[in-house]
């Protein structure tokens, strides 16, 4: 997904993209793979003809008028392409400068580079020093450098000579500076700072690491679906379905962290915010890219390691960014540790949607209706919740409101302004939208409301000792009997079985067929013939539990929808598990991470810690993009596989890490939390099992989201 979400942006990012394609910019860059002075100048006027470089300028200046997030767009599509020349340096200079005669000249097409180390010496005389490398300084009109007293200056073409050298990013042109100027060539910059600068050329470039990353995902899963090796399309291997499931994760993850960078430097957000939102993106978008880029050359073998091949133009362009952005920042790691004190203050990044008044009228129907709700005694407001809709906003009427995501939205935060705690419907939630959608109207008056009510509990009966991932293979049988069926087997990993009053359950009733062979049944866990027996898992509690069920009968209305036709309702039932675990609030231990970080100067404990409170910080905004995307009534995307993935990763890092932290005191079991410590470490290892392991899920990834071959 493009680092924009709104309707326009994704528009531009379309129409720019089909523009760079046409400038042939990757056989640019290898045209001038030995010319030190390459200023890329036919490309540079066709990026200036387009106006890319002005978007983020003021109208009145001959720009655009747009903001950064509309920069950032038109950045990334630049970088999908390779297209060469000074974009970074100049796009930002345009950001960080208001005076009228630089923003008009930038739009008009003069560039600028920028200075990333040393510092020059600013008095009454002028400007000068020797500065260490700078980026885009090929015919460029200005030159932006740091100065002394934390303070940057812009100085003026005759001010500054550049000795340019062909770097590792073919495409782009750096040097050494040496800077002896009039004090007519200064140009200072009032209020711009190390830290301004930092988190613009951070924003910047993460959305140009987006860029990267995404020509890099898009070229390794085209080449998986055509290759061949062992009479077969290299994309139905398990290993390479499963390394680019990896570098759509990372993708999804520099594209969510350029996106919110953008965002967060709106003049409404706090400056705190914004600092926050770009440590996130230094800790995540580089080496992330860099890490598809080299991924993609694994994916393309052989051929990926010729010069004749662009990605190698890719991986250079990813490793540049990420030692521009070292340079300012001190890299990763220290933005990471950055990130972990900032968090450490309570510093938090709070992303907000804005509805656009879509959201007024229900808003005020829906305030009134839970206000009056909140004033019942508490005994009396799960019903009162319940039968209004706004238990299960999405589900349909009457049980529902048919809410759409701003209407779920909204109810969820006047939910919480009126007080109101919506209870758990635990496995209920799973299975009553099945009986909803695919049973009888009296299986929906008998289950669903007394459900919602909470007179119901329910477990589920899916999974067998021989039937995890492949749920398919189940054995369980179900054989005709007089008025109903009679089903035996042995099922496991049930949770809440002991307590539950009905369970659904797979059941083969066709031996001879596999998914068609299988039907859905309702089953009242009072029965005869039922033997619950808790199953103690490795954290020494027995959540979990083995069900035999022997020749249990269960009559022919407690069947759901046709016989023999269970495995679609299977899929219904699993698609709302998925969205009600993706739905799980991540960050406990990553909060005490941060929590057990204070006191302690340990810059290297402060990077491990930066590093998760990042990782937790992107699976909430691919769900914050995700919500985007259903409020614009587009399809789902990837971010929700993609942050099941991160968020199960991020649990079990931050875990151990919380364990890792404590030190001696893990050994010991006496402080209560300490002990809850080392028990959600143990818990966490049923993440990457529970709803579908990581592996097949990232076989579902390969398969469904990026259209790799089935195996």
């Known amino acids: 997904m493009p680092v924009g979400v709104t309707r326009d942006h994704l528009e531009l990012s379309t129409s720019l993209r089909a523009w760079a394609d046409g400038l042939g910019a990757t056989s640019t860059a290898r045209a001038a793979e030995t010319d030190a002075g390459a200023s890329f100048a036919k490309t540079w006027q066709a990026v200036v003809e387009t106006g890319l470089t002005g978007i983020g300028l003021a109208e009145q200046h001959g720009g655009g008028g747009g903001d950064l997030l509309d920069q950032l767009v038109a950045l990334e599509a630049a970088a999908y392409a390779l297209v060469p020349g000074p974009l970074l ?119 140009e690491a987006a860029g990267v990353a995404q020509w890099c995902l898009d070229t390794a899963v085209e080449y998986a679906k055509v290759r061949e090796q062992f009479g077969a399309p290299i994309g139905s291997f398990q290993a390479v379905k499963h390394l680019c499931s ?62 004749e091949h662009d990605a190698h133009l890719y991986l250079r362009r990813a490793v540049a960014l990420s030692v521009t952005v070292a340079t300012m920042t001190g890299g990763a790691d220290q933005s990471a540790a950055r990130l972990a004190r900032r968090a450490g203050t309570g510093q938090r990044r709070t992303a907000e949607i804005d509805f656009d008044g879509a959201d007024v009228e229900f808003r005020e129907t829906t305030r009134q209706q839970l206000a009056a709700i909140a004033e ?64 009888t109207e009296q299986q929906a008056e008998r289950f669903v409301m007394p459900t919602l009510l909470g007179e119901l509990r329910w477990c589920q009966l899916f999974s067998e000792p021989g039937a995890g991932s492949d749920l398919a293979s189940l054995t369980t049988r179900a054989v005709r009997t007089e008025g109903g ?95 009600a675990m993706a739905g799980t609030k991540l960050g406990v231990s990553t909060e005490r991470a941060v929590e057990l970080l204070a006191g302690r100067e340990s810059e290297t404990d402060a990077a491990r810690v930066g590093h998760q409170v990042a990782l937790a910080t992107v699976c909430q905004l691919l769900g914050v993009r ?82 790799l071959p089935r195996s």
């Open 89 to 207: 340096g100049t796009t930002l200079v345009g950001q960080l400068v208001e005076d009228a005669d630089v923003c008009r000249a930038l739009a008009e097409g003069a560039s600028a580079g920028v200075a990333l180390s040393g510092a020059v010496t600013v008095d009454d005389a002028g400007a000068r020093g020797d500065l260490g490398v700078a980026l885009d300084v090929v015919d460029a009109r200005w030159l932006l450098a740091p100065a002394d007293g934390d303070s940057w200056v812009l100085i003026g073409a005759d001010g500054w000579r550049a000795e340019p050298e062909v770097g590792i990013d073919l495409s782009r042109r750096g040097g050494s500076v040496r800077v002896d100027a009039t004090p007519e060539q200064v140009l200072r910059l009032p209020g711009v700072d190390a830290e301004t600068v930092r988190r613009v050329l951070v924003t910047l470039a993460a959305a």
């Open 246 to 307: 990896q570098m759509l994760e990372n993708t999804e993850s520099v594209a969510a962290a350029a996106w919110d960078a953008g965002a967060a430097a709106r003049p409404d957000v706090p400056v705190e915010e914004a600092e926050y939102a770009a440590d996130v993106a230094a800790t995540v978008a580089f080496e992330g890219a860099v890490s598809v880029a080299q991924d993609c050359i694994q994916v393309l073998g052989g051929i990926g390691f010729t010069f």
């Open 376 to 439: 019942l005694p508490a005994d009396e407001q799960r019903a009162a919740l319940a039968r209004a809709g706004h238990l299960t906003p999405h589900w349909p009427r009457p049980y529902g409101l048919e809410a759409g995501p701003v209407e779920q939205l909204v109810v969820d935060e006047e939910l919480a302004r009126a007080g109101l705690t919506r209870p758990d419907l635990a496995i209920g939630a799973w299975a009553v939208p099945t009986i909803i959608q695919h049973g």
């Open 485 to 579: 069926w009679q089903l035996t087997g042995q099922k496991v990993w049930t949770s809440r079985a002991r307590e539950a009053d009905w369970a659904i359950c797979l059941a083969r009733t066709d031996r001879d067929a596999a998914h068609r062979g299988i039907t859905y049944f309702l089953v009242d866990m009072r029965s005869a013939g039922i033997d619950t027996r808790p199953l103690r898992e490795l954290t020494g509690d027995a959540m979990f539990n083995e069900v035999f069920l022997d020749e249990v009968f269960v009559p022919d209305e407690c069947v759901v929808g046709e016989v023999n036709g269970g495995w679609k309702l299977a899929r219904t039932t699993l698609a709302n598990e998925r969205v």
């Open 626 to 707: 995700s919500t985007l995307r259903s409020i614009a009534g587009r399809g789902p995307g990837p971010e929700s596989s993609v942050a099941k993935l991160l968020g199960v990763r991020n649990r079990q890092e931050a875990s151990e890490l919380v364990v890792d932290l404590l030190g001696p005191a893990a050994l010991l079991a006496s402080d209560d939390q300490v002990a809850a410590d080392v028990h959600e470490m143990l818990l966490t290892r049923c993440l990457s099992i529970a709803g579908g392991t990581t592996q097949i899920l990232r076989n579902v990834v390969a398969e469904r989201v990026l259209g």
